[in-house]
């Protein structure tokens, strides 16, 4: 497609399962991004993809989130026994060689994830 | 480390009246600075970028900037507000030497007719 692609839009789930976030970004972008949006909040950055490699995962907040990212194209992003304070919108952001290097990020519309 | 304030969590305009909306930044090198806008239900937009050069720069849907270095600020401006601006609006910085984009907390706007 022409723009950065999300999957589930939207996606409700119980208290300790586990979820899968898809992307799928601008076709030849070689830079990928997760944030996270709380309500009220600004975005706050999770983990950062070159290709396939992963040089940032600083921002993961614990260890039941994962991100993997394969043939230098689609991203799944991975949050293990859920948490109710894990409920956010969900954005990935990808951006082109050129991109990466002055920040011109082109973003998704998101994945809103609840957690009951 | 790097870090973005946006002190106003709203703002409010009557159609046609000039807008501003505030950032400040804080960087330990030169700054990359953006503004991005989401609108209801839909991701973040890119509007504009300062990178290097004039301090004035000119973005999507007549908005502007100004890089003012000694109050490490990077305001969006637009001359004549109109309904349809009404949205999210965050300001991001990035290091030089980074690939990270730090955002603010982010700015409403409401634009009323």
């Known amino acids: 497609g022409a723009g950065v692609s999300q999957s589930p839009s939207n996606k409700v789930t119980e208290k300790g399962k586990d979820v899968e976030l898809r992307c799928d970004p601008i076709s030849g972008h070689t830079a990928l991004y997760w944030y996270r949006q709380s309500l009220g909040q600004g975005l706050e950055f999770l983990i950062y993809f070159q290709g396939n490699s992963a040089p940032d995962k600083s921002g993961l907040p614990s260890d039941r989130f994962s991100a993997e990212r394969t043939g230098g194209s689609v991203s799944t992003l991975t949050i293990q026994r859920t948490q109710q304070e894990d409920s956010a919108v969900y954005l990935c952001?990808?951006?082109?060689?050129?991109?990466?290097?002055?920040?011109?990020?082109?973003f998704g519309e998101g994945s809103r994830l609840t957690v009951l | 480390a790097q870090s973005v304030a946006q002190p106003e969590d709203q703002v409010n305009v009557a159609e046609g009246n000039p807008l501003t909306v505030k950032c400040t930044y804080s960087?330990?090198?030169?700054?990359?600075l953006f503004w991005y806008v989401q609108y209801p239900n839909r991701g973040l937009q890119f509007l504009l970028k300062y990178i290097t050069g004039d301090n004035l720069v000119k973005g999507s849907y007549g908005f502007e900037a100004e890089f003012n270095k000694s109050q490490t600020s990077f305001h969006l401006k637009k001359p004549s507000a109109l309904v349809s601006d009404s949205a999210l609006y965050f300001c991001a910085v990035r290091d030089i030497n980074d690939y990270k984009l730090s955002f603010g907390a982010g700015t409403t706007v409401t634009v009323r007719a």
């Open positions: 960087v330990s090198g030169n700054p990359y």
């Open positions: 952001a990808s951006s082109g060689r050129q991109g990466a290097n002055t920040g011109e990020l082109f």
